[in-house]
């Protein structure tokens, strides 16, 4: 997770992407809790490599998210972005024992039982559009013999998310070790695929674990469309998610809708699909559609598809926006 996401800008200026709150949590703390779900096992430790400039607040952040899960909390810089195999790299302390290792964009909602006699399951999610993605390559036995990027003609509808198991990730090491020394590149960087693909060439056992929805946050849109999706979950789960303390003043909530402690809503309808984060405040307004983060202050508005960060001040008609971080707009 060290990339600042510039497709997320402003929004990422001031914190990295992966802590940016989806329905009222952040994305790595949504992820990390996702992926231990499916594992269903006792977790030792979390690593996260992210770039040394997030700073020591986020370090904390990052290490609280591990210990919740009863695990020792680790952070590695990777300061050059040189790519995934050079990312897992800076972590190789920690590259030892089954691991997952999984990029912390995205988000899953997933059921299955891990296949722990294979060497790797790499997650995979069935797609509209393949030849935009990475896709797997399976043989009659449901075996990934091959990974393809980008394939201009037919060979799988199974997109590569950027989620893996390792059984014993020590052997990914060793590999990616090899393309380190060997100074293996693809499109200027250093890759997981070129250890996957030796490992496969040395007859280790591949196979798919098959998510039931990918969601991405890559930009402002596909971000406000995750936030909508989790929150129809998240209700659909019947997990609750308006604080008890929020006050309502001639105001309507439409769910699905996460509501933040201290939040105050005058003449107002909010939702369906909208966050609002801690310390909110929100008058003569309609919103729908949208993730507001903490102690922000809407007035007069009527919102759709809007993304607004922390400690903004807001009043004005306008419909669609992206307001960064202590903007004011009177």
């Not at 069935?126 to 037919?154: M, S, T, Y």
């Not at 693909?197 to 056992?205: F, I, P, V, Y």
């Not at 998510?211 to 469309?225: A, F, P, Q, R, S």
């Not at 310390?279 to 309609?286: D, P």
């Amino acid at each position: 997770m060290a990339g600042r996401g510039s497709r997320l800008r402003p929004h990422t200026l001031t914190i990295p992407k992966p802590l940016i709150p989806i329905a009222g949590k952040p994305i790595v703390h949504r992820l990390v809790e996702d992926i231990a779900g499916v594992l269903n096992q006792a977790i030792e430790e979390v690593a996260f490599i992210i770039h040394e400039s997030f700073g020591k607040t986020v370090e904390s952040e990052l290490i609280a998210i591990a210990e919740k899960l009863g695990a020792k909390g680790t952070i590695y810089y990777q300061n050059e972005a040189l790519g995934t195999g050079h990312a897992i790299m800076c972590a190789k302390d920690s590259l030892s024992g089954p691991a997952v290792i999984a990029y912390a964009d995205t988000l899953i909602r997933a059921d299955f039982d891990l296949d722990k006699s294979a060497d790797s399951v790499i997650w995979v999610k069935q797609v509209d559009q393949p030849e935009a993605f990475g896709v797997i390559n399976l043989n009659e036995a449901n075996e990934i013999v091959e990974l393809v990027e980008k394939p201009k003609e037919f060979v799988s509808d199974l997109a590569v998310i950027g989620i893996y198991y390792f059984k014993d990730v020590a052997v990914l090491k060793n590999e990616l070790q090899l393309v380190l020394d060997n100074n293996i590149i693809h499109g200027g960087e250093y890759q997981i695929n070129d250890g996957i693909k030796q490992m496969m060439a040395k007859g280790m056992k591949f196979v798919p674990g098959q998510v039931d929805e990918w969601m991405d946050c890559g930009n402002k849109d596909v971000t406000v469309d995750t936030n909508n999706r989790m929150l129809g979950f998240l209700h659909h789960d019947g997990e609750h998610l308006i604080d008890e303390h929020v006050k309502l003043e001639n105001a309507t909530i439409i769910p699905p809708c996460y509501i933040g402690e201290g939040v105050v809503l005058s003449n107002a309808t909010i939702g369906p699909n909208v966050s609002l984060g801690k310390g909110c405040r929100v008058s003569n307004s309609t919103i729908s559609n949208s993730l507001i983060q903490t102690h922000t202050t809407i007035k007069n508005a009527k919102l759709t598809n809007a993304m607004i960060g922390n400690h903004v001040s807001y009043d004005g008609d306008f419909t669609k926006v992206s307001i960064g971080d202590y903007s004011v707009l009177e």
